[in-house]
C-alpha cells in the first residue's frame, strides 16, 4: 500500500528498539482513571461538550446515530492528550517491529502520520462494518464505556471479521473460515489493528454516554537495520 499524505495530521518518528513482550493481542490497558477524567474535561475545554451530541454538528462515517469530533484531537494543547499520543506512538512502534522478523539484532526504524479523533455515542448508537483506507494502522482507545445494559449479548462489543470472505465459499478439512472475534472492551483499554481489516461496532444500550477515542497511522518511512 502506498503512504497517504496526512495534512492535518502530525509527524511522529521513533527510532527505538521496542521489546514485544508486553504487548496483548487485546491491546494496551492504559488503566487510568485521572487520564480519562481528564479527557473528558478535555473535550469540554474544546467545545465538544456532550450537549452537542444533541445539537447537531456531527461529522458522520461509519457511525450511525453517534457525535465525531474533527480529526485535529492529537493536536488539542493538554497534557492528558499528550499521554495518550505517546500511548499511541509506542503501542505502533512496537507493532512495527514485526517487520524485522525473529532476528534479535534487528532494529525497525518507523516514522507515521496520523490523524484522531473523538467518538460519543448514546443509546442505540453502532457503527456499520467498515475499514479504514489510505492507512496502514488504526486504533481506538476506551475512555467511558456508559452503562451497558447486562442482559445485552456483546453490547457495544467491537467485532473484527475474518478477512478471507471467499474462503467460506467451499469448506476445507482441517481449516475453519469466517469466523470473528469480538471484544467487550474495558474503560482504559486500547486496541491497534491493520486499517484493512474490517470491523464493525454492536448497538449500545443502556443510559449515559460512551466515549472513545480513534486513529488512523499512515507509515511514511521504513527502514530495517542489522
Known sequence: ???????????????????????SAKGRELGSDA???????GFALRGSALGIVLGGGARRFSSQGGWQSD????????????????????????????????????????????VSWANVNRDGCYNVIHNHPGNHWSGVYYVSLGEPDPTVQWNGAIEFYDPRGGATAMPVPGFN?????????????MIIFPSWLMHSVHPYKGPGVRISIALNATITNLQIAG
Open 1 to 23: 500500500m502506498r503512504p497517504r499524505a496526512v495534512d492535518d495530521g502530525f509527524e511522529l518518528t521513533s527510532e527505538a528498539l521496542i521489546d514485544m513482550g508486553g504487548l
Open 35 to 41: 487520564l480519562d477524567a481528564l479527557l473528558q474535561a
Open 71 to 114: 480529526s485535529d484531537l492529537l493536536q488539542w494543547p493538554h497534557k492528558e492528550i499528550a499521554t495518550l499520543r505517546a500511548e499511541f506512538t509506542a503501542s505502533i512502534t512496537r507493532l512495527m517491529q514485526l517487520a524485522g522478523g525473529d532476528d534479535p539484532n534487528r532494529r525497525v526504524l518507523c516514522e507515521f502520520s496520523a
Open 177 to 189: 473460515f469466517g469466523f470473528s472475534n469480538a471484544i467487550t472492551p474495558e474503560p482504559g483499554t
